[in-house]
């Protein structure tokens, strides 16, 4: 497969670009993009049949099911790592291992209907927490141990409202792809 078809399948909405500036009205934008993400997701895979859930989005991707529970697994993360920058002075996150995540059982095989309902409440908070978060807040940080870099929780709401739609997209254009 030539590089940039792989590319375009990895990164379908391309790669996550910060802004120069967050603005109140980037902000506020990504935070409505992180309210609606469950029900955007779950329009695009409650029909789908279990077959259908275990096709993986791209060669050597994960399977439309993996993505799915990736999502809680990745915002749930997101989530805690806000409010230890809320609660704590520069607190170093606990990283983990997707891919392996992406391997444990629940992940290969559980219904998705548990996961939507998680994504539904979880983003229901997401979003009431991020949408009450001051802009001296906005400033918080936490250290991802992975490469020691700082991150601020404004960026941390851009980086997340990409993450949802990014695996959409792969849900999407294998829908697409698929003519399902």
Same mark, same amino acid.
């Given at each position: 497969?030539?590089n940039?078809?792989?590319?375009?399948?990895?990164?379908?909405?391309?790669? +996550?670009?910060?802004?120069?500036i967050?603005?109140?009205?980037?902000l506020?934008?990504? %935070?409505?993009?992180?309210?609606? +993400?469950? =029900?955007?997701?779950?329009?695009?895979?409650?029909?789908?049949?279990?077959?259908?859930? =275990?096709?993986?989005?791209?060669?050597?991707? &994960?399977?439309?099911?993996?993505?799915?529970?990736?999502?809680? =697994?990745?915002?749930?993360?997101c989530?805690i790592?806000? !409010? &230890?920058?809320?609660?704590?002075? !520069?607190?170093?996150?606990?990283?983990?291992?997707? =891919?392996? &995540?992406?391997?444990?059982?629940?992940?290969?095989?559980?219904?998705?209907?548990p996961t939507?309902?998680?994504?539904?409440?979880?983003?229901?908070?997401?979003a009431?927490?991020?949408?009450?978060?001051?802009?001296?807040?906005?400033e918080? %940080?936490? %250290?991802?141990?992975?490469?020691?870099k700082?991150? !601020?929780? !404004?960026?941390?709401i851009?980086?997340?409202?990409?993450h949802g739609s990014?695996?959409?997209a792969? %849900?999407?254009?294998l829908?697409?792809r698929?003519? &399902?």
């Open positions: 497969m030539e940039t078809a792989l590319e375009k399948l990895r990164y379908p909405i391309g790669k +996550f670009i910060a802004p120069e967050y603005s109140n009205d980037y506020n934008s990504r %935070i409505s993009e992180i309210a609606s +993400f469950p =029900d955007r997701l779950k329009k695009e895979v409650v029909s789908l049949s279990e077959e259908q859930l =275990d096709t993986p989005y791209r060669e050597n991707g &994960w399977t439309v099911r993996q993505v799915i529970h990736h999502c809680a =697994d990745s915002h749930m993360n989530f790592r806000i !409010k &230890w920058a809320l609660t704590e002075d !520069k607190p170093a996150i606990k990283s983990y291992y997707e =891919d392996r &995540w992406s391997k444990l059982h629940d992940n290969l095989t559980m219904p998705i209907q939507l309902s998680l994504l539904e409440g979880l983003h229901f908070r997401l009431y927490l991020m949408n009450s978060i001051s802009q001296t807040d906005l918080k %940080i936490f %250290i991802h141990p992975e490469n020691n700082e991150f !601020k929780i !404004k960026e941390i851009g980086t997340y409202a990409w990014h695996h959409l792969h %849900i999407t254009e829908r697409k698929k003519g &399902w």
